[in-house]
């Protein structure tokens, strides 16, 4: 029962160890790491790690500092993530359910229904743009 706990404790561990590596305080799956000009975030779930960094060769030093650690596969682009697609380019990635619903279209037999953008009400609907936002919590602790 304790098998996940202790993953996380080696895998945290494993983490750390990276000179500069740092993790938020507001969420323990997220690590962080900018040194001059390098900029580079690693996101876990469970045993899947998502890399993402402005500089090729980290990411090659990584999966090998890694590798030596564990045995690891290197899967490539993101294309999918938690039940997500993803769709990356050179500068951007776009997450997307579209799978996920076409399947739970088929599943319900909901392929004839009437499709809506947006279940607004009839007739002209204003909406409300904040004139600021909450930036009390910083998302990096």
């Not at 090659?60 to 899967?75: H, M, P, Q, R, S």
């Amino acid at each position: 029962k304790q098998g996940a706990h202790d993953w996380h404790e080696a895998s945290d561990a494993v983490m750390m160890s990276i000179p500069g590596m740092k993790r938020s305080t507001k969420e323990t799956c997220w690590y962080f790491l900018q040194q001059g000009d390098l900029i580079a975030h690693v996101l876990v779930h469970v045993d899947d790690y998502l890399v993402g960094t402005n500089q090729p060769e980290w990411f090659t030093w990584f999966v090998k500092f890694f590798g030596n650690k564990y045995e690891i596969n290197d899967l490539g682009r993101i294309t999918q993530i938690v039940g997500m697609g993803a769709t990356q380019t050179d500068d951007h990635i776009t997450l997307s359910r579209s799978h996920q619903i076409g399947k739970s279209i088929e599943r319900f037999h909901l392929n004839d229904a009437n499709p809506v953008s947006l279940p607004l009400p009839a007739g002209p609907f204003k909406v409300k743009i904040p004139d600021s936002a909450d930036t009390k919590l910083p998302f990096l602790a």
